[in-house]
């Protein structure tokens, strides 16, 4: 790896626009989790904004439980610690803005056009390129913290056959390498717009952002497993204002989904 492709904070901090967001980075070549360490710091009463960034992962992780694959130097590991002013139930909408911004910043710095889908995949050429895990500490009502953890797959030059039809990288889609901080700090810069508004009480108009970036939203045909649930079935009509997907059933009826993984779509 070379030293320029570090994301060292020094080099951070000269690109970087967004004020509150990552001006406090912590930087580990190898680390268990980002999200683990960022949950440290915020125990331990790290400021809104604080950034974990590491090179490699070793238990990198996804939503439901899943493995996050974090090779040395490829992709952008960080968490972000937020300390949003909003009721818990609000706290699902601060994951889809991650991903507009997520969104936002692939499109700044590299030109590519990513489809997100619910609630907070970014995808190119329908493989999975960049995914975020948000885990929330609250209390009597209120939030103490979030941690948003994001992960995207920058350079991978390949993924093992099984991961391959899932999974793709910015480079792979864009047939170039990336430089890392353009990506990061442009991600950095757009969410903090989008997470100001967010608190300023504009959550319809963040959902708006996230509509306009999806083809997931409207009139898509999707089948969502629903935790312990069994499987439903429908077309998708958009969404509520705490960020649920509506799925339109084939009797008429409309669900909302809170929690649930799309496993298949046209
Ligand atoms: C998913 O799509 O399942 C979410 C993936 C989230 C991965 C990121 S990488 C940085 C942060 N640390 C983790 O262990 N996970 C998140």
Redesign the pocket.
């Known amino acids: 790896m070379m030293l320029q492709d570090l994301l060292l904070p020094e080099s951070i901090l000269l690109h970087l626009k967004s004020r509150r967001l990552g001006t406090i980075i912590h930087h580990y070549l190898e680390i268990?989790?980002?999200?683990?360490a960022?949950r440290q710091f915020a125990e331990q009463g790290a400021p809104e904004g604080t950034l974990?960034l590491?090179e490699e992962?070793t238990?990198?992780?996804?939503?439901?439980g899943?493995p996050?694959l974090?090779e040395q130097g490829t992709?952008?590991?960080?968490?972000i610690l937020l300390r949003p002013v909003v009721k818990p139930r609000y706290a699902a909408v601060l994951t889809l803005v991650a991903a507009v911004a997520a969104s936002q910043a692939i499109e700044q710095a590299c030109g590519l056009i990513t489809d997100i889908k619910w609630p907070?995949?970014l995808l190119l050429s329908g493989r999975?390129c960049?995914?975020?895990?948000s885990e929330m500490q609250a209390e009597r009502d209120e939030i103490r913290y979030v941690?948003v953890?994001?992960?995207?797959n920058v350079n991978q030059a390949a993924f093992s056959e099984q991961l391959g039809q899932r999974a793709t990288s910015l480079h792979i889609e864009g047939k170039q390498t990336y430089s890392r901080i353009p990506v990061l700090c442009a991600l950095l810069q757009r969410f903090e717009l989008l997470y100001d508004d967010l608190q300023q009480g504009n959550r319809a108009a963040v959902l708006q952002r996230w509509v306009e970036r999806s083809s997931f939203a409207f009139g898509k045909q999707v089948t969502v497993a629903l935790g312990n649930r069994k499987n439903i079935e429908g077309q998708t009509a958009g969404l509520s204002e705490l960020g649920n997907l509506r799925v339109k059933l084939a009797d008429g009826r409309v669900e909302e989904v809170m929690s649930g993984d799309i496993v298949a779509w046209r």
């Open positions: 268990g989790s980002t999200n683990d960022a974990v590491a992962q238990q990198g992780r996804g939503r439901l899943r996050w974090s992709g952008i590991y960080a968490s907070n995949d999975k960049c995914g975020i895990l941690i953890g994001i992960g995207i």
